[in-house]
């Protein structure tokens, strides 16, 4: 099985920050790497596939990149709205699927 | 617009049976790949399954902790998907989301969700 892991598991910034969340593969998963935001009581929200490719309508402050093993999900000028927990997932072992524990963005 | 509406949730005793339905609209169920993923409380995300669409055959798959206990189908004449869960363990409690699997040339990706539906395991 692959397994993901993401760091750091929490951090605190504040409005205008940039902020950098890992993501590292056990094994190579090439570009078949997805990012998703997911706030309190709600669904997961899409943000990057296949590594660095942009869902519709998510702003271009988010931005993803990385291949192989290592993957980075970076926020540029936090706003409010992006203070959320995020995952990385990946589908290289399609059909079977496995997610990253989650990054928690506070604010500070 | 698409929306994915889960329901059939609710508090069970262990080793119980419950089905959780997933009514699509907006999106046929019988022409997608679709899925199940749950997160456990204050936990993270967890693949529990996926049906292939018709087109493939309908072929399942599991994560390896429901494997043999719970089971995806589908009904194309309500749209809607299902999550049958049998010999249910109090490690199954979490909220279980159904997802509409959208398949690219480069990745596959969960892009639609439903709001969720809660599962709890306790005696």
């Known amino acids: 099985d692959i397994q993901m892991t993401q760091s750091p598991s929490s951090l605190s910034a504040s409005v205008g920050d940039s902020v950098t969340i890992t993501c590292r593969a056990s094994?190579?998963?090439?570009?078949?790497l997805n990012w998703y935001q997911q706030k309190p009581g709600k669904a997961p929200k899409l943000l990057i596939y296949a590594a660095s490719s942009f869902q519709s309508g998510v702003p271009s402050r988010f931005s993803g990149s990385g291949s192989g093993t290592e993957f980075t999900l970076t926020i540029t000028s936090l706003q409010p709205e992006d203070f959320a927990t995020y995952y990385c997932?990946?589908?290289?072992?399609?059909?079977?699927?496995?997610f990253g524990q989650g990054t928690k963005l506070e604010i500070k | 617009e698409v929306q994915l509406v889960e329901s059939g949730g609710g508090m069970i005793q262990p080793g119980g049976s419950l089905r959780l339905s997933c009514a699509a609209s907006d999106l046929t169920v019988r022409t997608n790949y679709m899925s199940w993923v749950r997160q456990a409380p204050g936990k993270g995300l967890e693949w529990v399954s996926i049906?292939?669409?018709?087109?493939?055959?309908?072929?399942?798959y599991y994560a390896d902790s429901v494997k043999g206990r719970f089971a995806i189908s589908r009904d194309n004449s309500r749209n809607t998907l299902y999550l049958q869960m049998n010999s249910l363990r109090t490690e199954d409690t979490a909220v279980y989301y159904c997802?509409?699997?959208?398949?690219?040339?480069?990745?596959?990706?969960?892009?639609?969700w439903g709001q969720g539906t809660l599962v709890t395991v306790s005696s």
């Open positions: 997932q990946q589908s290289y072992s399609h059909p079977m699927y496995t």
């Open positions: 049906i292939f669409h018709e087109a493939s055959g309908g072929t399942t």
């Open positions: 997802a509409r699997v959208a398949l690219w040339t480069t990745v596959t990706t969960f892009d639609y």
């Open positions: 094994q190579s998963i090439s570009s078949f």
